[in-house]
């Protein structure tokens, strides 16, 4: 047929195509592709003479090797195949269909990939099977949703399902023909007579309008009452004169994200045995649809190849040598990782084993012993219009995990594992490792350029907005992307945004399954200290009333913000001598047992007191401090990672701030302005069991607090920057520069809070700015004030910070100083 030659050409100008395009037909013997060209009807209708070439592609993508048969050939049909047609030629001389049979023989099909068959009206609407097997009726069903719906268009004229080619597409009712329904039935390849009605009744042509013609008629396909319904029937009907009967089809979608499934266990599928991927995992048996315990879905191509986890593109499956067992490893390309279905689910290219089910686990077994396989259809598709097209995987940053900042154990995920329009989109454990409690959601993604959040296994799904209402608390949702579609454009950086608005949790915290939906950005803080009434020893406060009543209104508070964030503590927990061990059971008595539960659903920033230092074994042994504790999310211990410590709130949804707590109980007798910062001291350490030791720590504290602060207003970036101690400001008039530090600098934000002084008010402190407050929290030892409560601070989106009390008469703070 000729010697091979570099360079693709097109000999004859009779029969010129106006480009060439691959469709990739690949045979998994040999790895060729078949290269179609355009060819338009009005260029062949008198095709004698013309030089016939058939271009095959080698593996290597930059050699290509041309087949040339140049004899007396006439036009026998033309089969489209989404934009290009294929001219199948009979020679006067030799026979050309002898060569494409030699290709039949590598391929059920001349275009071997997956396409949709898409209704022009609606264009996310498309042709699909239910199931694979006999008398499955074919409907249509929205693009991209997982159902059978991709197809190959063979020269015999059949409409093959691409994931199993030997079922074809077949008029249900050929008696009836007008209004007859199409069903799914095992393609009849040879007819047994002329008049063999399955095998007419498979055969299809398509039209130059984009209709499909049934060839034993004048009907043509259509959708019953044209209603763009999922689960609408397809149906036989005379051509009309509109565009309502007319098909698009959908690029080629031969490597996408697939569950492999044996037809002697329908519903059960080929899945990775738990939620940590990684090299080593064994594989398993599992619940197709709804799988709790594990990842189902591979990227791989219907001619065969790796079996690639959709989530991890890194990791195959491969068969272990010396045992009938499967296995993830790292991607290699070697035979033992070389899967071919062809009604069987072969592995290696010799094709001696297959892989059959038995009970819940996959075994490998000799080729005869192996029962029937099927893959499901595609989950993502690459759509000619209106669905947004999938972009080239490598330009596609890798898949993600969205981790929650405030709660870093919780990720971005669907409720479930079934992907499909209006998903709820939720917050779940992150996968992270064999214990992490994952129930099966999906929770890997992709962002771009284009403002899209895609489902990393699924990228034709999309984050909207659900009904496209943009205010606030309307929840997310999945949806099919839709390019142009503003509900679907987010900005992903430390925060998610849409609009101006910010994701957040459907509540007052985060917990598992939690809906995420749109809130202002921005969120809000209290700050309370000087309450930890203790019964035995109350001094002139008589009764726990007033401590409760406060953590009632900030309860209600926090109930009306919806978006507390945290609470500051300046100290003085628990009255008279704070805690003797991290189990003391006035962590019960005289907080949460006082508090109602709704103020522990957000950290509680603390520091020490003077009176919380008294029997505290951290005053003689720091690492044994009653109330350090590093975990942020323990809710029934406060937050305080050392004595003197800081956080970052680095994103604008959690207001770009940072706090500063600072041990400044040296200073605990600073109302005395008659002594310097040498001499003053903790005199509260002669209640301690160890008072040198104790003086010792409480000068080391205050010490590092200084220096801890100086550091932070130099490198903090943040636009809010909050710090707190027991003590208020006038009571470090021995420390000028400290109090210049806390002077607003143009630079941020600055607040300072204290308490000790049992009362809340900005009239009797050393007053070095708007925020600088005096709290206290109504269970002080002794000399309460008046003006007992806390205060709330707020940071709306564009930075700007207020902090006051609360207004009970309105439903937020309005009235700040």
């Not at 004229?157 to 199409?182: F, M, P």
Request: negative net charge; contains cysteine; hydrophobic residues 35%.
């Amino acid at each position: 047929m000729g010697m091979p030659q570099r360079g693709l050409k097109l000999r004859d100008a009779h029969a010129r195509c106006e480009s060439i395009r691959k469709v990739g037909m690949v045979g998994p013997d040999d790895q060729r592709s078949l290269l179609l060209f355009p060819c338009p009807r009005h260029h062949l209708v008198d095709a004698e003479n013309v030089e016939f070439e058939l271009l095959v592609m080698n593996t290597s993508p930059s050699h290509y090797t041309i087949l040339k048969g140049s004899a007396c050939y006439v036009l026998s049909s033309l089969v489209l195949v989404g934009a290009a047609c294929l001219c199948v030629l009979h020679a006067c001389g030799s026979n050309v269909e002898e060569g494409l049979s030699e290709l039949h023989a590598l391929s059920p099909s001349l275009a071997h990939c997956g396409r949709q068959i898409i209704w022009s009206n609606f264009p996310t609407m498309c042709l699909a099977a239910a199931t694979i097997a006999n008398g499955s009726q074919i409907y249509l069903q929205n693009c991209g949703a997982g159902y059978q719906s991709d197809w190959h268009f063979t020269s015999d004229g059949k409409i093959r399902l691409a994931t199993a080619s030997h079922y074809c597409i077949e008029v249900a009712d050929t008696e009836k023909g007008k209004g007859s329904g199409l069903e799914l039935w095992t393609c009849v390849d040879k007819p047994v007579n002329k008049s063999d009605k399955y095998y007419s009744a498979q055969k299809f042509e398509f039209l130059r309008k984009g209709e499909i013609r049934w060839v034993n008629s004048s009907l043509v396909l259509d959708v019953s009452w044209h209603l763009p319904n999922p689960g609408q029937k397809v149906q036989l009907w005379s051509r009309l004169k509109d565009t309502s009967q007319s098909f698009d089809f959908g690029t080629c979608t031969d490597q996408c994200s697939r569950q492999v499934e044996f037809l002697q266990h329908r519903g059960i599928c080929l899945t990775t045995a738990g939620w940590h991927l990684r090299e080593g995992m064994r594989m398993q048996l599992a619940d197709c649809a709804e799988t709790h315990q594990g990842a189902s879905q591979f990227h791989w191509s219907l001619r065969g190849g790796a079996l690639k986890l959709a989530m991890n593109h890194y990791l195959c499956v491969e068969a272990v040598d010396g045992d009938s067992s499967l296995r993830l490893a790292p991607c290699s390309g070697l035979d033992n990782q070389h899967f071919l279905l062809d009604g069987k689910l072969y592995i290696g290219s010799d094709k001696k084993r297959c892989l059959t089910a038995d009970g819940s686990q996959p075994q490998l077994q000799l080729a005869e012993s192996c029962e029937q396989a099927q893959v499901t259809g595609c989950e993502h598709v690459d759509h000619s219009g209106g669905i947004a097209s999938l972009p080239d995987p490598g330009s596609l940053a890798c898949p993600r995990q969205l981790i929650w900042s405030a709660y870093p154990n919780l990720c971005l995920a669907t409720a479930t594992w079934h992907v499909g329009n209006g998903q709820s989109i939720v917050v779940v454990p992150c996968e992270q490792d064999e214990e992490s409690d994952v129930s099966g959601q999906r929770q890997h993604w992709i962002w771009g350029t284009d403002g899209k959040i895609r489902l990393a296994s699924s990228p034709s799904y999309c984050i909207d907005v659900a009904d496209h209402i943009e205010e606030d608390g309307t929840y997310l949702q999945l949806s099919q992307c839709i390019e142009g579609d503003e509900g679907q454009r987010f900005t992903v950086w430390k925060t998610i945004q849409h609009q101006g608005r910010c994701v957040g949790v459907a509540g007052s915290s985060a917990l598992p399954f939690s809906r995420l939906e749109l809130t202002e950005c921005g969120g809000s803080f209290l700050v309370v200290g000087d309450w930890g009434w203790d019964h035995l020893v109350h001094g002139n406060v008589m009764k726990a009333d007033c401590q409760k009543m406060i953590g009632q209104v900030m309860a209600e508070t926090m109930e009306r913000l919806s978006d507390v964030k945290f609470i500051i503590n300046v100290g003085d927990s628990f009255y008279p001598d704070g805690l003797t061990g991290k189990s003391d059971p006035r962590w019960g008595l005289q907080w949460y047992n006082r508090f109602p539960d709704k103020v522990r659903d957000v950290p509680w920033y603390s520091v020490y007191g003077n009176h919380d230092t008294h029997h505290d074994p951290g005053m003689c042994s720091p690492e044994d401090g009653a109330q350090i504790n590093s975990d942020l999310h323990d809710r029934n211990r406060f937050y305080m990672p050392s004595y003197n410590w800081r956080i970052e709130h680095e994103d604008k949804f959690d207001m770009d701030l940072e706090v500063v707590a600072l041990d400044l109980n040296k200073y605990m007798d600073g109302w005395n302005t008659s002594k310097s910062s040498d001499e003053l001291e903790l005199s509260d350490c002669q209640y301690s069991s160890c008072p040198e030791t104790c003086l010792e720590h409480a000068e080391l504290r205050a010490q590092s607090a200084i220096e801890l602060l100086g550091r932070r207003l130099n490198e903090s970036t943040r636009q809010t920057m909050l710090v707190f101690s027991h003590y208020p400001t006038d009571y470090f008039q021995s420390l000028p520069r400290f109090l210049d530090s806390l002077r607003p600098d143009g630079r941020r934000n600055l607040a300072y809070f204290g308490g000790h002084r049992h009362n809340t008010d900005q009239g009797s402190t050393y007053r070095t700015g708007p925020h600088d407050w005096l709290v206290g929290g109504g269970g002080g030892w002794s000399c309460d004030g008046l003006e007992q409560g806390f205060l709330v601070g707020t940071i709306d989106d564009s930075f700007n910070l207020r902090t006051g009390p609360p207004d009970l008469r309105t439903s937020g703070p309005d009235r700040f100083g």
